[in-house]
């Protein structure tokens, strides 16, 4: 059973930076992208960026580019988000989830990945 892991949130001031992590475990990590997500309350779950499996590509919304940045370490089975310059508007629950398939490219839908972790809450003050 696949299971997906997220830490690393918290409250931050604006201008701030955090560093989120996610762990899988249930197969083979190093043949599947990886997303991440956010959703603030009353909103609709969002894409925010995504790596190959390699780790080769990577994808951002257009809202963090230049802010923040996705990578992994397959010997680890764990991907991160490093966020900085952090605004107020970047509050929500983050999410990770895995590609439904091998060896995909990135791809910003939600329903383009199938195992998601419980979520991690970023608070970012004014």
């Known amino acids: 059973q696949v299971q997906v892991v997220e830490s690393g949130g918290g409250l931050v001031q604006a201008g701030g930076s955090l560093r989120l992590s996610c762990a899988a475990s249930?197969?083979?990590?190093?043949?599947?992208?990886m997303g991440w997500f956010r959703q603030a309350p009353g909103e609709e779950r969002e894409f925010v960026a995504a790596?190959?499996?390699?780790?080769?590509?990577?994808y951002y919304a257009d809202f963090v580019k230049g802010r923040f940045a996705i990578s992994r370490d397959n010997a680890k089975n764990t991907v991160y988000l490093q966020m900085n310059s952090l605004k107020p508007e970047d509050t929500g629950v983050y999410y990770c989830?895995?590609?439904?398939?091998?060896?995909?490219?990135?791809?910003?839908?939600?329903?383009?990945?199938?195992?998601w972790g419980q979520g991690t809450q970023v608070t970012v003050s004014s």
């Open positions: 989830a895995q590609d439904r398939f091998p060896r995909g490219g990135t791809r910003s839908r939600p329903v383009d990945y199938d195992y």
């Open positions: 249930g197969r083979a990590f190093m043949i599947y992208a």
């Open positions: 790596i190959t499996w390699s780790g080769g590509n990577t």
